[in-house]
């Protein structure tokens, strides 16, 4: 039999045992010709959430590492001198992110750590997981990756928009290719029960309230894991999208109060949903991206946010 001439890519997933990292590493993991590296310090992330593919051992390996230490980091990119480099490490969760905003800015050590390091062992390109957060309040509906103002001041939006520009102005002056994943709500199983649709979901299958900061008007858009994972990969398998950026996320705007009654119906549940008083500061009162070009590299319409529900009741329950 001949042979496959191809040769194995080397790729690195830093915050590899989160929710969207862990998905991203399996996907990569099922093509015979990626050597999958996962880096995660675990702080967020978790190891039952890494895929165990007991037919491709050797083939991929996790390391417990801070990518904001730059010598935890330095080690192993000098050792494996990657082809690729998915940064989704991060301090993620709105309540997380606001009660702790020293630690995010940490995370622009992380951002430069991978860059420095990227430019330096040949990496042929990163792709950043940036955030929805950036926009801020719309002043645009969609929100178009060209046209709309970035002009949150979180600190976590803030980290995010700072990143998109440490790739730009690396690929100027060094010319390391990037791509920036812009990704609006993600949701499915085994993500982390401080996220609505797992929190509603947990709450409603226990028959408990269903708690709503304000009155419940406030829009987002849902993406299920698939639809995100199989369009970055395919952005990344098929060179796409090469410094350039694109929203990743649904376009079906739904309020939180509909998002609350949706589960009560799918699960059956007694709970009541208990309304309290608004966040200060970082709950935006609309978000919807122009996933346009999204829909173009898929090529099918996205699943629904029932038929996502029903997926994650189907297969089971959330955070490992």
Same mark, same amino acid.
């Given at each position: 039999m001949e042979k496959s001439t191809k040769k194995i890519k080397k790729i690195l997933v830093t915050g590899g045992a989160g929710f969207i990292g862990s998905a991203l590493a399996e996907r990569l993991m099922r093509d015979q010709e990626n050597y999958v590296v996962i880096v995660d310090n675990l702080s967020t992330g978790h190891l039952g959430k890494i895929p165990s593919l007991d037919s491709r051992p050797g083939?991929?390996?996790?390391?417990?590492?801070?990518v904001n230490e730059y010598r935890d980091i330095a080690e192993i990119m000098l050792s494996y001198k990657f082809d690729y480099v998915f940064h989704y490490a991060a301090v993620v969760g709105v309540q997380r992110t606001q009660e702790n905003p020293v630690l995010v800015l940490r995370d622009i050590d992380g951002i430069k750590n991978i860059l420095n390091l990227s430019k330096n062992t040949g990496v042929k390109r990163v792709f950043f997981a940036s955030s929805s957060e950036i926009y801020g309040e719309p002043v645009e509906i969609p929100q178009n990756v060209y046209t709309?103002?970035?002009?949150?001041?979180?600190?976590?939006?803030?980290?995010?928009?700072?990143?998109?520009?440490?790739?730009?102005?690396?690929?100027?002056?060094?010319?390391?290719?990037?791509?920036?994943?812009?990704?609006?709500n993600t949701y499915g199983p085994k993500q982390s029960k401080d996220f609505v649709i797992s929190k509603f979901l947990l709450k409603a299958l226990n028959n408990e309230d269903l708690t709503i900061?304000?009155?419940?008007?406030?829009? !987002?858009?849902?993406?299920? @894991?698939?639809?995100? #994972? $199989?369009?970055?990969? *395919? =952005?990344?398998n098929e060179q796409l999208f090469v410094n350039d950026v694109i929203n990743i996320g649904g376009n079906v705007e739904i309020s939180i109060l509909e998002l609350a009654k949706i589960i009560i119906d799918k699960t059956g549940s007694k709970s009541k949903i208990v309304h309290l008083?608004?966040?200060?500061?970082?709950?935006?009162?609309?978000?919807?991206?122009?996933?346009?070009?999204?829909?173009?590299?898929?090529? !099918?319409?996205?699943?629904? @946010?029932?038929?996502? #529900? $029903?997926?994650?009741? *189907? =297969?089971?329950?959330f955070e490992k």
């Open positions: 083939m991929w390996k996790f390391i417990k590492c801070d709309t103002p970035l002009n949150s001041r979180l600190p976590y939006a803030v980290v995010k928009n700072v990143g998109e520009a440490f790739l730009r102005s690396y690929n100027k002056e060094y010319g390391l290719p990037y791509t920036i994943f812009r990704f609006f900061y304000g009155d419940g008007t406030q829009t !987002r858009t849902f993406c299920y @894991i698939d639809d995100n #994972i $199989e369009s970055c990969y *395919k =952005i990344f008083p608004p966040l200060p500061d970082g709950d935006m009162k609309r978000r919807k991206p122009d996933n346009q070009p999204m829909l173009e590299v898929l090529g !099918r319409p996205l699943l629904t @946010i029932e038929e996502g #529900i $029903e997926k994650i009741l *189907k =297969i089971g329950l």
